[in-house]
C-alpha cells in the first residue's frame, strides 16, 4: 500500500515547490516521480538499514551537505525550506512530508543541468540517476519509468 501519487502531487509537492518559488510542471513531475522510485511512496526509512530518510529516501550526509554548501548562504531559500519549524535536522524527513519534498527540490535545484522537459519521462529517469541515485547507486532508470508507470497506474 502507498500513498495516492495524485494526493501527494496535490497537496505536498506542487505547495512546497510552489512556497520555495522552485515550481514548474517539470520540477512537480520529477519530484513525484523520485519519491516513486526511491520509497515506492510507502517507506519513510530505508530498509536493510541504510542512512536514507523520508519518502524520497535522502541520506542524513546529502541533507546536511545541502545545508552547508547550500543553503547556509542561501538565508531567504533556507526560511521557506524550514517554513514555521526553524529545525533543520535529517531526522525531520521521516515525519515531515513539506521538508522532506523541499530537500528534494533543493537537493536537483543546486544543479547546473535544466530539469527534464514535462512528460519526458525516460529524460527524467536519466535525470534522476545521474543527480539523486548517482552512477554508483542501485537505481536504474528502466526502473524508475516501470514504477512510473506501475504506481500511476493504480
Not at 497537496?11 to 518559488?21: W, Y
Not at 551537505?65 to 525550506?81: C, P, R, T, Y
Not at 519526458?120 to 540517476?129: F, N, P, R, T
Amino acid at each position: 500500500m502507498s500513498l495516492n501519487p495524485s494526493q501527494l502531487r496535490e497537496h505536498i509537492i506542487k505547495p512546497t515547490l510552489k512556497q520555495l518559488e522552485l515550481w514548474s510542471l517539470a520540477a512537480e513531475e520529477l519530484v513525484l516521480g523520485t519519491g516513486i522510485q526511491e520509497s515506492g511512496l510507502r517507506l519513510i526509512k530505508q530498509q536493510g538499514g541504510g542512512p536514507a530518510l523520508g519518502l524520497w529516501q535522502m541520506e542524513p550526509a546529502t541533507h546536511d551537505d545541502i545545508w552547508i554548501n547550500f543553503l547556509q548562504n542561501k538565508q531567504l531559500l533556507a526560511g521557506k525550506v524550514c517554513g514555521s519549524d526553524p529545525t533543520h535536522d535529517a531526522s525531520r524527513m521521516l515525519y515531515d512530508l513539506r521538508y522532506a519534498c523541499a530537500m528534494c527540490r533543493v537537493h536537483y535545484f543546486r544543479k547546473y543541468d535544466p530539469l527534464p522537459a514535462t512528460g519526458d519521462l525516460a529524460s527524467q529517469a536519466i535525470y534522476w540517476k545521474k543527480h539523486y541515485n548517482t552512477a554508483m547507486g542501485k537505481g536504474k532508470p528502466e526502473q524508475y519509468i516501470e514504477n512510473w508507470k506501475k504506481l500511476m497506474a493504480s
